[in-house]
Protein backbone atom coordinates (compact mmCIF):
# COMPACT_ATOMS: atom_id res chain seq x y z
CA UNK A 1 0.00 0.00 0.00
CA UNK A 2 1.19 3.73 -0.88
CA UNK A 3 2.80 5.85 1.93
CA UNK A 4 1.93 9.66 2.22
CA UNK A 5 5.01 11.40 4.42
CA UNK A 6 3.90 14.61 6.64
CA UNK A 7 6.98 15.00 7.69
CA UNK A 8 10.49 14.50 9.51
CA UNK A 9 10.46 15.28 13.19
CA UNK A 10 12.82 15.22 16.21
CA UNK A 11 12.00 15.76 19.60
CA UNK A 12 9.83 13.71 22.29
CA UNK A 13 10.42 9.99 22.18
CA UNK A 14 6.95 9.25 23.03
CA UNK A 15 4.80 7.73 20.22
CA UNK A 16 2.49 10.06 17.97
CA UNK A 17 -0.51 11.06 19.44
CA UNK A 18 -3.67 9.35 18.09
CA UNK A 19 -4.60 11.76 15.29
CA UNK A 20 -6.63 10.77 11.80
CA UNK A 21 -4.05 12.15 8.61
CA UNK A 22 -5.40 12.20 4.73
CA UNK A 23 -8.87 10.63 4.16
CA UNK A 24 -9.10 9.67 7.93
CA UNK A 25 -6.12 6.75 7.80
CA UNK A 26 -4.48 7.15 10.87
CA UNK A 27 -0.78 8.25 11.56
CA UNK A 28 2.03 6.19 11.71
CA UNK A 29 5.29 6.29 13.28
CA UNK A 30 8.69 5.30 11.34
CA UNK A 31 11.90 5.72 13.36
CA UNK A 32 15.17 7.00 11.38
CA UNK A 33 17.81 6.80 14.51
CA UNK A 34 17.22 9.98 16.34
CA UNK A 35 14.90 11.09 13.96
CA UNK A 36 10.90 10.32 13.28
CA UNK A 37 8.89 10.37 10.16
CA UNK A 38 5.15 10.64 10.59
CA UNK A 39 3.27 9.19 7.66
CA UNK A 40 0.01 7.27 6.82
CA UNK A 41 -1.29 5.03 4.19
CA UNK A 42 -2.81 5.77 1.42
CA UNK A 43 -4.99 3.38 -0.55
CA UNK A 44 -4.71 5.42 -3.99
CA UNK A 45 -1.14 5.42 -5.93
CA UNK A 46 -1.49 8.81 -7.22
CA UNK A 47 -3.27 11.92 -4.39
CA UNK A 48 -4.76 14.42 -5.69
CA UNK A 49 -4.48 17.76 -3.83
CA UNK A 50 -8.14 18.82 -2.33
CA UNK A 51 -8.46 21.78 -0.16
CA UNK A 52 -9.60 18.88 2.42
CA UNK A 53 -6.73 16.82 2.35
CA UNK A 54 -3.81 19.82 2.45
CA UNK A 55 -6.22 20.59 5.70
CA UNK A 56 -5.54 17.62 6.98
CA UNK A 57 -1.97 17.22 5.99
CA UNK A 58 -1.17 20.73 7.85
CA UNK A 59 -3.40 19.99 10.80
CA UNK A 60 -1.09 16.47 11.47
CA UNK A 61 2.06 18.70 11.55
CA UNK A 62 -0.19 20.91 13.72
CA UNK A 63 -0.44 18.24 16.35
CA UNK A 64 3.10 17.76 15.85
CA UNK A 65 4.18 21.01 16.81
CA UNK A 66 1.80 20.96 19.63
CA UNK A 67 3.31 17.67 21.41
CA UNK A 68 6.52 19.87 21.67
CA UNK A 69 8.47 18.60 17.92
CA UNK A 70 10.92 19.95 15.34
CA UNK A 71 8.92 19.32 12.07
CA UNK A 72 10.12 19.47 8.65
CA UNK A 73 7.54 19.70 6.28
CA UNK A 74 6.79 17.61 3.54
CA UNK A 75 5.69 19.22 0.66
CA UNK A 76 1.97 17.61 -0.28
CA UNK A 77 1.44 15.33 -3.33
CA UNK A 78 4.31 12.65 -3.72
CA UNK A 79 3.26 9.16 -2.60
CA UNK A 80 5.64 6.26 -2.18
CA UNK A 81 5.13 2.25 -2.70
CA UNK A 82 5.96 1.34 0.82
CA UNK A 83 7.66 2.36 4.03
CA UNK A 84 10.97 0.68 2.69
CA UNK A 85 11.13 2.87 -0.36
CA UNK A 86 10.33 6.25 1.84
CA UNK A 87 12.90 5.32 4.37
CA UNK A 88 15.18 4.99 1.36
CA UNK A 89 14.31 8.11 -0.14
CA UNK A 90 14.89 9.82 3.49
CA UNK A 91 18.75 8.52 3.42
CA UNK A 92 19.44 9.66 0.13
CA UNK A 93 18.60 12.99 1.35
CA UNK A 94 19.10 13.00 4.62
CA UNK A 95 21.92 16.25 4.17
CA UNK A 96 18.77 18.17 2.99
CA UNK A 97 16.79 16.78 6.13
CA UNK A 98 19.58 17.38 8.56
CA UNK A 99 20.22 21.16 6.91
CA UNK A 100 16.68 22.06 7.12
CA UNK A 101 16.24 20.44 10.85
CA UNK A 102 19.10 22.41 12.40
CA UNK A 103 17.50 25.56 10.97
CA UNK A 104 13.61 24.57 12.03
CA UNK A 105 14.67 23.08 15.35
CA UNK A 106 12.87 24.57 17.99
CA UNK A 107 11.66 27.00 16.23
CA UNK A 108 7.99 27.20 14.72
CA UNK A 109 6.01 29.30 11.83
CA UNK A 110 4.13 32.61 12.31
CA UNK A 111 2.35 34.50 9.60
CA UNK A 112 1.67 38.07 10.00
CA UNK A 113 -1.19 38.93 7.81
CA UNK A 114 -3.50 41.98 6.70
CA UNK A 115 -6.87 41.81 5.10
CA UNK A 116 -9.79 43.49 5.15
CA UNK A 117 -11.97 44.92 8.05
CA UNK A 118 -15.05 44.37 6.49
CA UNK A 119 -16.29 48.10 6.91
CA UNK A 120 -14.62 49.11 4.14
CA UNK A 121 -16.11 51.69 1.57
CA UNK A 122 -14.93 52.93 -1.94
CA UNK A 123 -14.11 56.56 -1.83
CA UNK A 124 -15.40 59.40 -3.88
CA UNK A 125 -13.04 60.63 -5.75
CA UNK A 126 -12.56 64.35 -7.39
CA UNK A 127 -12.44 65.06 -11.21
CA UNK A 128 -15.13 64.70 -14.06
CA UNK A 129 -15.61 62.23 -16.58
CA UNK A 130 -16.52 64.13 -19.81
CA UNK A 131 -19.39 62.86 -21.67
CA UNK A 132 -23.18 61.86 -19.71
CA UNK A 133 -25.25 58.51 -19.35
CA UNK A 134 -25.28 55.11 -17.49
CA UNK A 135 -21.90 53.96 -20.04
CA UNK A 136 -20.11 56.76 -18.37
CA UNK A 137 -21.10 56.73 -15.05
CA UNK A 138 -19.96 52.58 -14.96
CA UNK A 139 -16.55 53.34 -16.46
CA UNK A 140 -16.05 55.87 -13.80
CA UNK A 141 -17.10 53.73 -10.69
CA UNK A 142 -14.65 51.34 -12.18
CA UNK A 143 -11.60 53.77 -12.16
CA UNK A 144 -12.84 54.69 -8.79
CA UNK A 145 -12.79 51.17 -7.43
CA UNK A 146 -9.08 50.44 -9.16
CA UNK A 147 -7.75 53.15 -7.78
CA UNK A 148 -9.34 52.58 -4.00
CA UNK A 149 -8.32 49.20 -4.69
CA UNK A 150 -4.36 50.28 -5.31
CA UNK A 151 -4.40 52.77 -2.06
CA UNK A 152 -5.64 49.79 -0.28
CA UNK A 153 -3.15 47.35 -1.10
CA UNK A 154 -0.26 49.75 -1.06
CA UNK A 155 -1.51 50.85 2.59
CA UNK A 156 -1.57 47.00 3.53
CA UNK A 157 2.22 47.06 2.37
CA UNK A 158 2.98 49.83 4.51
CA UNK A 159 1.63 48.24 7.81
CA UNK A 160 3.47 45.02 6.96
CA UNK A 161 6.56 47.04 6.62
CA UNK A 162 5.92 48.77 9.37
CA UNK A 163 5.19 45.40 11.35
CA UNK A 164 8.34 43.69 10.05
CA UNK A 165 10.48 46.64 11.76
CA UNK A 166 8.97 46.05 15.20
CA UNK A 167 8.87 42.00 15.37
CA UNK A 168 12.54 42.58 13.71
CA UNK A 169 13.99 41.07 17.10
CA UNK A 170 11.74 38.79 17.45
CA UNK A 171 12.18 36.49 14.10
CA UNK A 172 15.34 34.77 12.72
CA UNK A 173 13.92 35.04 8.99
CA UNK A 174 11.07 36.21 7.02
CA UNK A 175 9.76 35.42 3.43
CA UNK A 176 7.47 38.07 2.35
CA UNK A 177 4.86 36.16 0.88
CA UNK A 178 4.72 36.98 -3.28
CA UNK A 179 0.59 37.08 -4.35
CA UNK A 180 -1.29 36.47 -1.56
CA UNK A 181 -4.48 34.37 -1.77
CA UNK A 182 -7.15 36.74 -1.33
CA UNK A 183 -9.01 38.11 0.87
CA UNK A 184 -5.49 38.34 2.02
CA UNK A 185 -3.73 41.81 1.16
CA UNK A 186 -0.45 41.28 2.36
CA UNK A 187 1.44 38.50 3.99
CA UNK A 188 4.64 37.88 6.28
CA UNK A 189 6.06 34.49 7.27
CA UNK A 190 7.81 34.98 9.94
CA UNK A 191 10.43 31.65 11.92
CA UNK A 192 10.41 31.93 15.25
CA UNK A 193 11.53 30.74 18.31
CA UNK A 194 8.74 28.91 20.62
CA UNK A 195 10.12 30.81 23.77
CA UNK A 196 9.21 33.98 21.34
CA UNK A 197 5.80 32.93 20.09
CA UNK A 198 3.90 34.73 23.04
CA UNK A 199 5.83 37.84 22.69
CA UNK A 200 5.43 37.75 18.99
CA UNK A 201 1.81 37.38 18.86
CA UNK A 202 1.23 40.41 21.47
CA UNK A 203 3.42 42.48 19.46
CA UNK A 204 1.74 41.77 16.36
CA UNK A 205 -1.59 42.50 17.29
CA UNK A 206 -0.50 45.62 19.43
CA UNK A 207 0.29 47.41 15.95
CA UNK A 208 -1.61 50.30 15.16
CA UNK A 209 -3.97 50.44 11.94
CA UNK A 210 -4.04 53.34 10.84
CA UNK A 211 -6.66 52.23 7.56
CA UNK A 212 -10.00 51.45 9.27
CA UNK A 213 -10.29 49.40 6.18
CA UNK A 214 -7.64 47.28 7.24
CA UNK A 215 -7.34 44.65 10.34
CA UNK A 216 -4.50 41.85 11.63
CA UNK A 217 -3.84 38.68 11.96
CA UNK A 218 -1.60 35.97 13.00
CA UNK A 219 -1.75 32.87 12.24
CA UNK A 220 0.46 29.81 14.19
CA UNK A 221 2.41 28.44 15.69
CA UNK A 222 3.11 26.07 12.48
CA UNK A 223 5.51 23.93 10.39
CA UNK A 224 7.58 25.90 8.80
CA UNK A 225 6.53 25.43 4.84
CA UNK A 226 8.15 28.81 3.74
CA UNK A 227 11.55 28.10 5.18
CA UNK A 228 12.08 24.11 5.24
CA UNK A 229 9.81 22.63 3.13
CA UNK A 230 11.21 19.54 1.28
CA UNK A 231 10.09 17.20 -1.03
CA UNK A 232 11.29 13.45 -1.08
CA UNK A 233 11.49 10.85 -3.44
Same mark, same amino acid.
Given at each position: MAVHLYGVLEGPA?????????????????????????VSDAAASRLEATPKR???????? &???? =????? +? $?PSLFGRLHADDRSLVAALEQRAGTVD?????? &???? =????? +? $????SQRVPEQGGSVEGEGAGHEHLRRIRDQIHAERILLASAAELAQSASRSLGELFVAERVVD???????AALAHLVSRD??????????????????????VRGPGAAYSFAAVQIG
Open positions: HPAPAIAGLDGRPVRVLTLGDKHAWIREHDSVL &RAAI =EAGYS +V $VTAMALV &RGRV =EMSFL +V $VPSGSPVPPILDVARYLRTAKSQAVANSALRIA
